[in-house]
C-alpha cells in the first residue's frame, strides 16, 4: 500500500477512516458512471436547483441542450462497455419518456431510469430495457421517509432492482472547519426533508436497495468543484455508490477515488465535451479503463 496520507482541511479522525478504508478494499475500483438528462425530451445538462415546478415561472439555467436524440449518447456508453450509467427524466413529460424509453431499448440491462418512477411504473421501465429503476420524491411525504411506499417499490420490483437517490444540499449554518449536515432535497431539488445523509442513513437504507445515487446538489452542473465532506461520508457505503456534482477533471476524479477510497463512483456531466465542456470524453474513458485494470 501508499504510506499514509494526509488532506489538509480534514479531522485526523476522518483521514484514518479513509486510509482503513483503502487498507481493506483491495478489490473495489471505482468506475466513471455515465449519464443522460432528458429534460422536454431533449438531452440537457441543467444547473442543479434551477428547475422549478412553476412552468410560467423563470426558466432553468441550461449549460447544454443536445441536437443528438438520447440514443446517440446511450449507444455511445454501450459500445464504450460503461454500465451502470443513469437516465434521468427531468420532469417525466410524454417527450422525456419517449426519449427515456428509447435510451433504454439502445442499451438494454446498460442503463438506470428515475424521474417520476412509482411502484406502479416501475415494473414498465425494467421491462422497457432498465438494468435499476432509480426513486426519490415518490418515496418521501410531508419532508419524511415513507416507509410503505419504499416497501412496496420492493414488492413491486425487488430490492435488487432499486436504486435510491439520495441528492441533498448543504445546510445552512455550518462553521467553517466543521462537518457540514447534507439533507435530502426532492421534486426538482426544490423541497427539503429531514432526512439526513450520513453514515447511519446508508447503513439503515443499504438494507431495502442495490444501489444509492446522490448529487451534491449545490455544485451541480457549475464545474465548480465536488463536495469533498459528502465524498468522505458516502465511502461508507456498504453498498454501491455513485457520486454526481461538480466535477470538472480528472484531478477532481482522483480526489473522489482518494476520499472515497475507491469505493464511489462518480458521474460528470456539464464538464464532458459531448455535453459542451472542456473535458474530453475520451480522456475521461482511458481514465475509467485504467482504473479496472488497477
Not at 415546478?53 to 446511450?74: C, I, L, M, R, Y
Not at 426544490?190 to 446522490?214: G, I, M, R, S, Y
Request: with cysteine.
Amino acid at each position: 500500500h501508499e504510506p499514509m496520507c494526509s488532506w489538509p482541511g480534514l479531522p485526523y479522525s476522518a483521514q484514518g477512516l479513509v486510509q482503513q478504508l483503502l487498507q481493506c478494499c483491495d478489490c473495489v475500483v471505482m468506475k466513471f458512471r455515465p449519464c443522460i438528462d432528458i429534460h422536454e425530451g431533449i438531452v440537457k445538462q441543467i444547473v442543479g436547483g434551477t428547475l422549478k415546478d412553476d412552468p410560467d415561472g423563470e426558466k432553468p439555467v441550461t449549460n447544454f441542450a443536445a441536437t443528438q436524440p438520447s440514443t446517440f449518447f446511450a449507444e455511445r456508453y454501450r459500445d464504450d462497455g460503461l454500465m451502470g450509467g443513469h437516465v434521468v427524466m427531468l420532469g417525466a413529460t410524454p417527450e422525456s419518456k419517449k426519449a427515456a424509453l428509447a435510451a433504454l431499448a439502445a442499451y438494454p440491462n446498460g442503463l438506470q431510469v428515475g424521474g417520476g418512477v412509482t411502484a406502479e411504473n416501475a415494473r414498465e421501465y425494467l421491462d422497457a430495457g432498465a438494468s435499476h429503476v432509480i426513486v426519490t420524491s415518490y418515496v418521501f411525504h410531508g419532508g419524511v421517509l415513507d416507509s410503505a411506499r419504499l416497501q412496496g417499490l420492493i414488492d413491486s420490483v425487488g430490492r435488487d432492482k432499486l436504486v435510491l437517490d439520495l441528492s441533498c444540499r448543504r445546510v445552512a449554518g455550518t462553521k467553517e472547519g466543521e462537518q457540514p449536515t447534507y439533507k435530502v432535497v426532492t421534486d426538482r431539488w426544490q423541497k427539503w426533508t429531514e432526512l439526513e445523509v450520513n453514515e447511519k442513513t446508508l447503513q439503515d437504507l443499504a438494507a431495502h436497495c442495490d444501489e444509492f445515487l446522490v448529487h451534491g446538489v449545490d455544485v451541480e452542473g457549475l464545474q465548480s468543484g465536488i463536495e469533498e465532506p459528502l465524498v468522505m461520508m458516502l465511502a461508507s457505503s456498504p453498498i454501491p455508490v455513485t457520486y454526481a456534482g461538480g466535477v470538472r477533471s480528472l484531478e477532481d476524479m482522483e480526489r473522489i477515488r482518494e476520499l472515497g477510497a475507491g469505493r464511489v463512483d462518480a458521474t460528470i456531466g456539464s464538464a464532458l465535451d459531448i455535453f459542451g465542456g472542456p473535458l474530453p470524453y475520451t480522456d475521461v474513458i482511458a481514465w475509467h479503463n485504467e482504473q479496472q485494470k488497477s
